[in-house]
């Protein structure tokens, strides 16, 4: 439990310095072709966090103008909630089920993001896993991914090229 309170400090960390990143324009660091993804395990559990631009996942990044333009904000948040198995990919032997915690599309200026938070329960402990990515399979224009993961035994991270690489959840 403590380490998923560290990740879930470590993130809000983060938050409150993206906050503070957007407020000077110029500071602000939006990457197309870049998704950041966060894994924090304690035992046969925990929590999987993605970020990414708008674009490659909505196709825009602007408030919706209609009806239509909301229609497809819908259906490309309800595909990463439908599909996120496919975007983080834990080994079927660990029995593994993702449940959305909130998933949205935020705009913000001329740029959106899409957020998403998983809760993952696996049928035993992910201590040993090798976690492997297919976000470039379902969004091709993301090209790079940027992982951290932390476990009760530690952490890693690496960037993941067009779902090429892994990382050992310790």
Do not use: W
């Not at 708008?54 to 196709?59: E, L």
Request: aromatic share 4%; net charge positive; charged share 20%.
């Amino acid at each position: 439990m403590m380490m998923i309170k560290t990740l879930v400090a470590t993130v809000a960390v983060a938050a409150t310095l993206s906050a503070q990143a957007k407020k000077a324009p110029a500071q602000h660091a939006h990457s197309h072709g870049e998704a950041k993804i966060n894994i924090g395990i304690e035992g046969n559990g925990g929590t999987v966090e993605i970020e990414a631009a708008a674009d490659p996942i909505i196709g825009f990044e602007h408030k919706p103008k209609n009806a239509a333009e909301q229609k497809k904000v819908d259906a490309a948040l309800a595909n990463l909630k439908a599909r996120v198995a496919q975007a983080v990919v834990i080994p079927a032997s660990y029995g593994c089920a993702f449940t959305p915690k909130e998933v949205h599309f935020e705009v913000e200026g001329s740029h959106a993001e899409v957020h998403a938070e998983f809760a993952i329960k696996c049928a035993k402990p992910l201590k040993g896993a090798t976690i492997t990515f297919g976000l470039s399979k379902l969004y091709p224009e993301i090209e790079s991914v940027k992982v951290q993961a932390v476990s009760d035994a530690g952490q890693t991270g690496a960037t993941i090229k067009k779902d090429a690489g892994s990382v050992k959840i310790s």
